[in-house]
């Protein structure tokens, strides 16, 4: 455990995003999330170069060549496996919040107006792994029910979803998601993180199994790649958080 | 040449050509973004635009709704990114001075695609379940008319947006209006789906970028444009891609100073009396 | 590069992958044809294509049904232009060996963009009066949900064209897979619209397309990309613009050939026997 | 008239169509038209540069980028104001078929099989000014009634309909389209040719004036023009055509 003791937050929901990625060919991720990007990253090199990884926004790993609409028709076409969202509220049946607080009825004039919806209205239904991300893990963030839906954690039987969340990471712990009971199970908890310490902190109910385990730790192989090569490719997308998490920029 | 060719203009008479009330779609700030024009659309102050972001807003719509050029904002988005919430944005939502037509990018891509063709609608997938039905009522859900006998296969319909004048940067265009734009296809879709397209442009270049195979390829013909200007940095203090980076500097200062409306009004004040127009 | 990349291989091969019963979207003669793979997909020969033209087809489509591949033909129209009727198309739709599924252009870029947004159909202006609809039952009228109240506003609605393959020609591709197909973007949206997609090229060049602005913008990302053959002068007769002309003595001599039922058979035994197999 | 006099079939033809094009902003033309192709570069001359002319298929005159569905999305947009069609029967009412001959019944086992509808049943109702061209006038091809409709001619009051025939021109006559009375009206002769004549070679009723003019030839600088700047424009892109008519190419 003394590798883990070194790790940073940040490396911790790396390690913790990374294997719901094996296996797939195709991860995208959105221009603003390093962490997600890192994770997509480090999950390719592990790959063999079997999973590819589009990252919105950078020069050297988006492929897209045909305008701000391809990210979309490709996830519409089944060519996208995996995707990021996040919320300004994200509640107990995953629906998410990007619009703001306070009453519909008052729309548009929010006690707080986050910057919109993006594509989760659409991506969210449509890309069969949808990881749920939020750092902020208070009950702020992790709402009984959200003020507003941007999109829908589920959908009824007869609505075309072939996609939907799977998981939900945060700076605390990694929730999975069922979507037949559209509910949250408290799958494991970052190092140092206890079962009270997340009841405390999550506003939204959600089952605990008898024993939770610890967010796996990177083994050494994979901590010194991520520290190495990886670093390297997010700085290129990312510097300013490589900077922060790695020292190098 | 074509003596069709749109005209060469002033930067200044070029925004001069958008008038108050006109739905003016723009792209988000990784695309390439008027600047300088915004600018002299502040320094008007244009008044009461429709502002549609194709699909999310930054910087652009943050200035023209502190400056109070806007009525309206259509966007999947409004952010200045990692320079953090749109301030101005979100002031004016508050005070009710600004309406809001929240979407989703693909809704919006969907809404233009649908006036590039000519068609009333598209249709798209998601959608269903979300708050955005319930504040969009122009959006509407129909049944699938080519579901299988028997079943009810719920879609949304997104009504076609055609916007008066789409307004952009791009690195380069040639004496005969030809505009190249490369990969941000999405300035070709605004060019397709608006009744007019101002663009302004780094550089004239000799030649016709048709002629070039490989230029060609990414170049939104005349047919579409305007009008053009010339704006050497047009994009900055944001960057355009393959020419120059984000001057971050600049971005932090507007992001800290637009978070009061005082702050707004002596950061455009500098700004206007910094960059004199030109005629 | 990706060990994702999508696989190098001989022009037999990838004919080899076009199974018998394949749903095949084809280019028109002035995009890129992959003839050589033609040629292959006769030698064999395969069954029961289904051929949809992006929007029409020429020589491919003649020649791949004069030599039985062919169960069914979707296209705006079938011709070899200035060389005249596609006699083998005509012949096998006046003996009833054909099924045809008549269309009109748009309405068959129409259905590849249904699939290219994975949507079940796109709504298509016109049509309506055509006998087009007559033939077409999977061509649906409908009302416009967005008229205004009062209204009836009807509009055909075309389904979601979604070929197993598509197959084409193009200049050039890099070794990670990306094809540089210029200006030609209807060979993107066969691309975008299909479940795989094969294609000849000139020459595979080193470096990656995408790493060049000016060639990323007409360049087909290997994600799309399901395996990948050389074939210099593959498109031959056919011309490939900006590469080389069309042999015109060589189409005129098909077209002659291909009148009657033994010439058709004489010019391809003649064909095959000429071009032998590559591994 | 000694110039008139001298004018080959396919000039007559040009020249007849050329002024139906004047004023206008956009024309297209498909890329085996050779006869509206000189008509419309001929046009563009002498509107002193103001009409765009795109030609399918050729490299100079086509300014498309954006893939085969430009041309009908530009078109839907509006921004093309003329373009041509054919058919291999068009009839009385300009409905035209470019599909085949027969009963429909007996559809696809045509009697003789046409290439194929091509963006006929789209651009014929949203083109505003629609030149139907076809060289032979016989009643074979101007039919009483065409064996399959691939575009109408007209359209119902509450059928979407921007476009539609503005005129038919042959090789031996101009007729001009009403759309409110679904019908032709024979605009002019060509030279030496006679009403008689017309009505023996159309297969569809028409309306015949007291005084029918002359299609009017092209004045000696018109005659020039197109036989100097305009052929050899034409021949870049339609070299057989110039070379026939012009002998240049």
């Known amino acids: ?249 | 040449m074509l003596t069709s060719a749109p005209p060469l203009l002033s930067v200044s008479v070029l925004a001069a050509r958008i008038g108050n009330g006109t739905k003016l779609v723009l792209p988000a700030d990784y695309s390439g973004c008027a600047m300088a024009v915004v600018t002299e659309l502040m320094r008007r102050p244009v008044r009461d635009l429709h502002l549609v972001g194709a699909p999310v807003m930054g910087f652009q719509a943050d200035q023209l709704i502190g400056a109070g050029c806007v009525a309206r904002v259509e966007a999947a988005a409004v952010t200045l990114g990692e320079h953090g919430l749109a301030s101005r944005f979100t002031a004016a939502l508050k005070s009710g001075e600004l309406e809001m037509w929240d979407a989703t990018c693909p809704a919006i891509h969907a809404g233009l695609q649908a006036s590039e063709k000519g068609v009333p609608f598209m249709p798209m997938r998601g959608l269903i379940g979300s708050d955005l039905l319930a504040v969009r009522p122009d959006w509407k859900v129909i049944d699938n008319p080519l579901a299988e006998d028997g079943k009810r296969d719920p879609i949304a319909i997104i009504p076609a947006i055609q916007p008066d004048v789409a307004l952009f940067h791009a690195a380069k265009a040639d004496r005969h209006g030809n505009v190249w734009i490369g990969i941000r296809r999405e300035l070709m879709l605004m060019a397709h789906a608006s009744k007019a397209t101002f663009v302004s442009v780094e550089e004239i270049v000799d030649g016709n970028l048709l002629d070039d195979p490989a230029l060609a390829a990414g170049t939104i013909p005349s047919l579409y444009i305007s009008g053009l200007a010339v704006a050497v940095r047009g994009a900055a203090p944001i960057g355009l891609a393959d020419c120059y980076s984000a001057d971050n500097a600049a971005l932090a200062a507007y992001a800290t100073a637009a978070r009061s409306s005082a702050g707004f009004r002596d950061w455009l004040a500098r700004k206007l009396d910094r960059e004199p127009v030109t005629a």
Chains 1, 4 share one sequence.
């Not at chain 1, 020069?59 to 897209?64: E, G, K, L, V």
């Open chain 1, 1 to 249: 455990m003394s590798a883990a003791s070194h790790l940073s937050p940040s490396e911790i929901m790396i390690a913790a995003v990374a294997p719901m990625l094996e296996g797939l060919g195709h991860v995208a991720v959105g221009s603003q999330s390093p962490i997600p990007g890192s994770a997509a990253l480090l999950a390719q090199a592990r790959s063999g170069g079997r999973m590819r990884v589009s990252i919105l926004g950078s020069r050297d790993q988006n492929p897209f060549t045909d305008g701000g609409r391809e990210l979309f028709d490709c996830a519409g076409q089944g060519r996208i496996d995996a995707f990021f969202l996040s919320g300004g509220q994200i509640d107990g049946a995953a629906n998410i919040n990007l619009v703001g607080t306070g009453e519909i009825e008052t729309y548009p004039r929010h006690q707080q107006r986050f910057p919109g919806s993006f594509g989760s209205a659409y991506l969210y239904y449509v890309v069969p792994r949808v990881i749920l991300f939020r750092e902020e893990h208070t009950p702020r963030t992790l709402v009984k029910v959200v003020d507003f839906i941007s999109a829908p954690g589920t959908s009824a039987a007869n609505v075309y979803r072939p996609g939907g969340p799977f998981a939900l990471v945060t700076s605390r712990c990694v929730f999975s998601f069922d979507k037949h009971r559209a509910r949250f199970t408290l799958q494991s908890l970052h190092p140092g993180v206890t079962t009270a310490e997340i009841a405390e902190y999550t506003g939204f109910a959600y089952d605990t199994p008898a024993r939770v385990p610890e967010t796996p730790s990177p083994d050494p192989a994979t901590l010194a790649l991520l520290r190495g090569d990886i670093a390297r490719l997010v700085a290129a997308t990312y510097p300013g958080f490589a900077l922060k998490t790695w020292g190098i920029g």
